[in-house]
């Protein structure tokens, strides 16, 4: 029986990750209540210059408590997407397969069905000193939807240069059409 090949892609936040995932959830612990507080303070204000007009005695209260748990809602909203988005984001090379996961999305590409793989510069620049090129990214096309994998972790640093042989190696080993030009330009990345 053969084992599939399985390969973890240097693709997330890899070198800050536990530090943004600290600031990630000091942040909410104190993020979430100060925005309640702030929606009770903006809601009174709404009240008192609102009942200046007509008579609000029914809603004085209400208002501000709602206000406070929208944007106490925002808030924590927006903290969810960030936490999810530092532990989700990854790229897995299995088999002839190539998934990217984000933050609510996970595509999975199976290369011997691709039509195409090319390569193209992402308008995000390095965040590595002696580059000042900008990032590329490995497009995939065929049947389903368009893959993009940006050859760089999500830090904007390059990836291991062992990452770098295995995805040389494993679009050798798909060959699909386009990958030679994708291989050469990864030889000199």
């Known amino acids: 029986m ?3 090949y399985r390969y973890q892609l240097t693709h997330g936040f890899t070198t ?3 530090s943004r995932l600290a600031v990630m959830i000091i942040s909410s612990l104190f993020g979430i209540p100060v925005s309640f507080l702030i929606g009770i303070l903006l809601g009174t204000i709404l009240v008192v210059v609102a009942d200046r007009f007509a008579d609000l ?4 209260v209400a208002v501000p408590v709602l206000l406070g748990v929208i944007l106490a809602g925002v808030y924590a909203t927006f903290a969810l997407y960030g936490v999810l988005k530092i532990v989700r984001t990854t790229a897995l090379l299995a088999g002839s397969r190539l998934t990217v996961k984000s933050a609510f999305s996970s595509r999975t590409v199976d290369m011997r ?3 195409s793989v090319g390569i193209h510069q992402t308008q995000v620049r390095w965040r590595f000193p002696g580059r000042n090129d900008m990032i590329a990214e ?3 096309a065929g049947p389903f939807p368009t893959l993009y994998l940006r ?3 999500a830090d904007a640093l390059p990836m291991p240069p062992q990452d770098i042989a295995a995805l040389m190696s494993f679009l050798s080993a798909t060959s699909v ?7 050469q330009y990864l030889r000199s990345y």
């Open 16 to 18: 800050t990750r536990g």
């Open 138 to 140: 490995l497009i995939v």
């Open 113 to 115: 069905a691709a039509t």
């Open 151 to 153: 050859l760089a972790t």
């Open 177 to 183: 059409p386009g990958s030679d030009h994708v291989i």
């Open 2 to 4: 053969q084992t599939e």
């Open 57 to 60: 005695d029914a809603g004085s």
